[in-house]
């Protein structure tokens, strides 16, 4: 028996235990959630007693398959993907053992929420840029400065935050990495509006905030390694799933197409133009998928968040425009009220123009298109990067505003 | 069922992409492609022997018709092959011809025909546009007329690939009854086969002129349907063209990102720009977009309701991406890219002149529009 197969074994062993007990109208997803973190499916890759069984990654997609078959609850991978999705793996492969010990299982059950700490008024696609200060202050830290776009910390219990600790060195070597309570004195969370009039995100102010050494990850300047095995995390958790056909903002383009009731030819070709560079993007969505899967990524993995970005944004410009006079209304209104997020996976359902305003981050969030063209061009097709003026300086004599 | 087609190739197919294009390399450099390209009747013979001697030639005819009874992935490996080295070899006409005579003959026909086209001994193209725009292929203007030894055949065909290559052309012309396809030999009475001056020579087109053409009965592909078999030969072309489209595109970012890496104004490479590196990007995104849409194309040609909408949709992204890219290959080289001496124009031709044959981009799109439902 190859090791694979008896790594199969053992998970589809260990689901059967789990699934036994499992009522889908009675067992309670928080109790269920532990149980399946006990028995080391939470993910499935991990250590023991991390919630994993010390299997191949590949096998993630058994215990997936089978709770959903099972119906089990699998909502807290969404609902509090920032740690499930990423944080865990920062925990496991920086973390001490009390830290694992002391975060993974409340992650994984919900009843700890997280959320992650980066992006700053001043760094933005330049994170490593960031100014938010930690002063060592005996066996604490003190933390100053402003994190920005930080989805989930009105609900967090815990944020990943990265900081400067060391201003004269290079920017990449003088940062280091906590997990801070956001509950804390000092802490200050605000919504962040944005141009749909709701908040996704906050703005996260530390005001003189104490944070335990205990709770530092890694050691004091490895702040950059750690935040770079947060950002690969979070690939990993986005990527891959593919989506059906019509579905998302090119079904809404056919559903107002064919709301209006016209027949105008040179609409109806443009809309067939844009499906097919829709389902050009799904179709390549399943082949990285495929080719992940088999072991033998190639640039296809690499492309589709950029595209995804340009094309939603066209595609839901184009489907304003068929609204006529009524695309230059937006029934929702707007409310400056912050974004709840269900315990649950919700459907928000957005109107087409409230579609259309929020695409314009899809080129922005996560990443922008233009730094995303920077990384196919540099690491997938092996062009030059650009002379660089800030690698080398220390970190305070880097020009900022 | 769409969403099971494997996108990833064989080690059989793989094997054959590289035995191709190793033969290519050897046998059809792009030096002299850009020479033949010069003439009006471009056609590398040795080569297209080489493939035949290789099997490919008949690649997807069935081998109760002298062919290899492959697939539609296979031949796309080959198709990608020979676009990226833009090869003047007529394998798409052959595939236009043997589709429309498997689709519309009957089985003697079938059985006289498709083996001398699997051979590669007889080079077919399919004669079915006339004019330049609102081609009515179910109404042709070149008519049949019946006579006592079987038919005579009157008009132009245009636009015909290889035509001047060719020694055997399917011919769509108007009997009484509608449209049907005819087989006509390239030196028969009456017939006369001109240059076209082709915008990419290394496809040539020509112009068949039909004077009182005798044909005997059995000339008339009898078997089924002459217009759906017209549908079902553009189909195959569209959907091998596709992979050649995603090849010349392949070829063109190969290109682009190779001069980015080694040409140096202001004391650094150019892709080290951010306005050359983003372009370079984008076509890259455009590449891997066509690649899934000829593959997802060439996996499902054989399913009648998918393929009513991955035909199309594989003519209007691989085209549009074909064109973008050779021409953006074009940009990225500056001055060089827009002499003759450089390779880049050869791309930037066959690209815009694929986008053109078989249907414009335009039509397809209203095809798809039907076939989706809008």
Known sequence: MTSHTSEATRVNDALDELLAGFRPDKTDPKDFWGDQFDAGLAWVDYPLGDGGLGVSPSHRATVARRLADAGAPTWNRTANVLGIGMGSGVLVAHGTPEQRKRW??????????????????????????????????????????????????????????VTRTDPDQPKHRGMTYFVVDMEADGVDIRPLYQITGEAEFNEVFFDDAR???????????????????????????IGGSTVSRDSGTIGTAIDVWRSTGSDDNATRRELARLWGEMEALRLTTARASQNATAGVPGPEGSTGKLAWADLNKEVTSFTVAMMGLDGATIPEGYTLEATTYDTREVERVMSPQRQFLRARANSIEGGTSEIMRNILGERVLGLAGEPRVDKDLPWKDVPRG | MVDAVSFIRTDEQAMLADTVSEFLAANAELDRVREASLATDAFFPEVWQGLADMGLIGLAIDEQHGGAGYGFCELAVVFEELGAMVTPVPLLSSVLASTAIDAAGTDAQKADLLPGIASGETIATLAVFEQAHDSALSTPATIATPSDLGWVLTGTKRYVTDALSANQIVVSAHSGDGVGLFVVDADADGVTVLPMRSLDATRPLGEIVLDGVP????????????DVAIAAALDAGVVAMASEQVGGARACLAMAVDYANSRYQFGRTIGSFQAVKHMCANMLVAVEHARSVAWHAASTIDDPDESRISVPLAKSVCSDAYVKVAGDNIQVHGGVGFTWEHDAHLYFKRAKSDSLLLGSVDSHRDRLADAIGI
């Open chain 1, 104 to 161: 993974l299982r409340p992650m994984f059950t919900m009843d700890e929420i997280w959320c992650q700490l980066f992006s700053e008024p001043g760094a933005g696609s330049d994170v490593a840029g960031l100014s938010t200060r930690a002063v060592k202050d005996g066996d604490e830290w003190i933390l100053n400065g402003q994190k920005v776009w930080t989805t989930l910390a009105h609900l967090a219990k815990w944020g990943m935050v």
């Open chain 1, 211 to 237: 944070v335990p050494d205990a709770f530092r990850i890694d050691d004091v300047g490895a702040g950059w390694r750690v935040a770079m095995t947060t950002l690969m995390n979070e690939r990993v958790a």
């Open chain 2, 215 to 226: 044909l005997p009965h059995e000339a008339y592909l009898g078997g089924a349907p002459n």
